[in-house]
């Protein structure tokens, strides 16, 4: 199927990424995905969102790309795990909506955020866009999980104002159970921005009986506050709105059960970060 027959099909533009999304991109070859993750040229998006207030400062322009090598016990978004999921949506395409936007970005003091998905998953993509919307004097966010970090060179990270970076646990059999990939990489990217002088927000899920174990938050806590540039911390309550998507995926659901933290453990959660001289939410 040609690009323009699966545009046809889905609006680049979702309400929210809770929209369920899944293979807009099937009709694209092999190559083609290997030569866009390759060059650039072309990206997987689940949709662009507007109007965000909690993905990074000021009013965003979000673009939920696909594509994630985790595999989050308590993803609310399984539907932008497989890149084929995506709309593929060439650079140019992206690069028209982000200039639609430009101006009413900065008089709201926003920005462009690339979250996901994994955006660095296409990372040849994400830098081109990041260059882009700098080049229009937009502010870029990447939410990632930082596991792919290490494919950014330095001269590309200064692209990045802000990277919105996911620790989901400190404990690497925790990480490995909660996500099905190792901590380090994502700790050593954390170190190679505080290094780098970039801001990080942190967030972190809170999940009861998964990732509310007060030694691992007290570790994740301290390893923050050490970095020196975290400017601040948002404690994420778990939430089931992503049941339905494992439900028409036909995915395992192991979380079904699990409640909401309670306001009770969610101030306590903050307030570990906060004794760490961090800014939490
Ligand atoms: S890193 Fe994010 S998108 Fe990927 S599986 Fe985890 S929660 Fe889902």
């Not at 040609?2 to 999304?21: D, G, I």
């Not at 949506?89 to 709201?108: F, N, P």
Request: with cysteine; glycine share 8%; aromatic share 8%.
């Amino acid at each position: 199927m040609s690009e323009e027959k699966v545009l046809e099909q889905a609006s680049l533009e979702a309400n929210s990424p809770f929209e369920l999304r899944v293979n807009l991109g099937a009709g694209v070859s092999e190559n083609a995905v290997k030569a866009a993750l390759a060059t650039g040229d072309m990206g997987f998006l689940h949709s662009f969102t507007t109007g965000s207030a909690v993905d990074g400062p000021g009013v965003r322009l979000v673009a939920w790309t696909a594509g994630c090598q985790f595999r989050c016990l308590y993803c609310h978004n399984p539907d932008t795990w497989n890149m084929v999921n995506g709309i593929p949506v060439t650079l140019v395409r992206a690069k028209e909506e982000l200039a639609k936007y430009s101006h009413g970005l900065k008089v709201m003091s926003g920005g462009f955020t690339l979250s996901g998905g994994e955006p660095l998953m296409q990372d040849r993509f994400a830098v081109r866009l990041f260059s882009a919307a700098k080049a229009m004097g937009i502010h870029t966010a990447l939410d990632t999980n930082g596991f792919l970090g290490e494919r950014l060179t330095d001269e590309e990270l200064e692209k990045v104002d802000l990277v919105l970076l996911d620790i989901k646990s400190w404990d690497p059999e925790r990480h490995r159970q909660l996500t099905g990939k190792d901590v380090r990489p994502t700790l050593d990217f954390a170190r190679r921005l505080a290094a780098r002088n970039r801001s990080i927000w942190l967030r972190f899920v809170l999940v009861p009986g998964f990732s509310d174990d007060a030694n691992d938050i007290a570790q994740i806590a301290k390893f923050a506050g050490g970095l020196g540039n975290v400017e601040r911390v948002d404690v994420l309550p778990f939430h089931q709105m992503g049941l339905f998507k494992w439900k028409e995926l036909k995915l395992e659901y192991t979380l079904e059960n699990v409640e909401p933290p309670t306001h009770e453990l969610v101030e306590r959660v903050v307030a570990q970060f906060s004794a760490e001289g961090l800014t939490a939410y």
